[in-house]
């Protein structure tokens, strides 16, 4: 017997995140208060992280399912996703919730 979720066949996210030079003036953060540099934030269907520094970046869904995980590079990245939603984003020892 098999039991799926059907979540197996759906495409959450593109792979790769994209670096990108536009500002991120504008937008509101989910949570000012992130430390180290980081801010992160959703909006149109992408989560965007902007960092001063090399991080590595892990992305779930709400039940937990790992939709992404990359190292970004200092700068603006972005990670379109398919599905509107609630997302969980973990670097290092910072989780944020990001509605998108």
């Known amino acids: 017997m098999v039991l799926t979720l059907g979540l197996q066949n759906v495409a959450l996210a593109e792979v790769q995140w994209r670096e990108t030079n536009r500002e991120a003036q504008g937008?509101?953060?989910n949570d000012?208060?992130?430390?180290?540099?980081?801010?992160i934030y959703g909006s149109n269907?992408?989560?965007t992280i902007?960092?001063?520094?090399?991080?590595t970046v892990r992305?779930?869904?709400i039940l937990g399912q790992m939709v992404s995980q990359a190292t970004l590079q200092?700068?603006?990245s972005e990670l379109r996703l398919n599905s509107?939603?609630?997302y969980l984003v973990r670097?290092?020892?910072i989780t944020q919730k990001v509605a998108i």
């Open 27 to 29: 937008k509101m953060w």
């Open 59 to 61: 992305v779930y869904t």
């Open 91 to 93: 670097i290092g020892d």
């Open 84 to 86: 509107r939603g609630i």
């Open 32 to 39: 000012p208060r992130t430390s180290d540099g980081i801010k």
């Open 50 to 55: 902007v960092t001063s520094k090399r991080i």
């Open 74 to 76: 200092p700068g603006t």
């Open 45 to 47: 269907g992408t989560i």
